[in-house]
């Protein structure tokens, strides 16, 4: 049994650490996209985790991550693999999921290129960059239920890391919801300030489409983006 903090000789940045705490511990994990292979060293050495596959779709990041996992003697815990999303994944190797640092629209991608895989695994943990709401709406149309939120900054800028699970079940989300998230409402009495230049941030994206949609006649666009810029408001006022 490992006893140092891994933090200490594997730092990870904010975005990064959010996606590692929330793996389960003893668990057994595939990082996709995994580039240095960072955060599953983290967890071989802080979470006690049983296996993990670290995962890229090129052979350059994955010798990174092999020299890597050298360095930490973890290579008993974890195995490299090339692997276009899950699609080199069997379903019986790997109980959680980590996708993070991909835009929203891939991440989809991945996901429902491996639906019969997805039955399988026991949660996701995805950190899109960009294209937030383009996910949540392919998630709750496809049958992952989202069971959780937060937010995090990282190097000054301000990510989504979104906890979810496989059931199958579709469901409808708002339009607030799509946009901030579901839970945005108990992230704002954990994380106020954080909250704050997270509403800001999407305010500017909301405004950046409503000039657009002005400008394109979209009367649709733009009702719906002054409708968001409402309410994102009086959360502000909180």
């Known amino acids: 049994m490992r006893t140092f903090d891994s933090r200490a ?33 983290y967890l071989g050495l802080n979470k006690g985790i049983t296996h993990a596959i670290a995962s890229d779709i090129n052979p350059g990041p994955l010798e990174n991550a092999r020299q890597n996992i050298r360095k930490y003697n973890l290579e008993n815990i974890i195995e ?12 019986s190797e790997v109980d959680e999921v980590i996708i993070a640092g991909m835009g929203g ?11 019969d895989q997805n039955k399988t695994f026991k949660k996701y943990i995805l ?27 990282s190097d000054k800028k ?22 901030l998230g579901k839970n945005i409402e108990n992230n704002i009495k954990k994380q106020k300030d954080l909250c704050y230049k997270y509403l800001n941030k999407k305010l500017k994206e909301l405004n950046n489409q ?9 009367f649709e666009k733009y009702k719906y983006c002054e409708k968001l810029i409402k309410e994102i408001e009086i959360l502000k006022k909180l």
Do not use: W
């Not at 409503?210 to 979209?218: F, S, T």
């Open 105 to 115: 629209n891939l991440i989809s991608e991945i996901l429902q290129k491996s639906l």
């Open 9 to 41: 000789v594997m730092p990870l940045n904010s975005r990064l650490l959010s996606c590692a705490e929330k793996i389960t511990k003893n668990s057994r994990i595939a990082d996709i996209g995994t580039d240095h292979a960072y955060v599953p060293i």
């Open 80 to 91: 490299t693999r090339i692997s276009n999303g899950l699609e080199n994944i069997e379903s």
């Open 158 to 179: 301000i990510y989504i890391i979104i906890e979810v699970v496989y059931t199958g079940e579709k469901y409808n989300l708002t339009d607030f919801e799509k946009f």
């Open 210 to 218: 409503k000039n657009g949609a002005e400008i394109c006649r979209n």
């Open 127 to 153: 950190q899109p960059v960009q294209y937030d709401v383009k996910l949540r709406e392919y998630l709750c149309r496809s049958g992952f239920d989202i069971l959780h939120e937060n937010i995090v900054e």
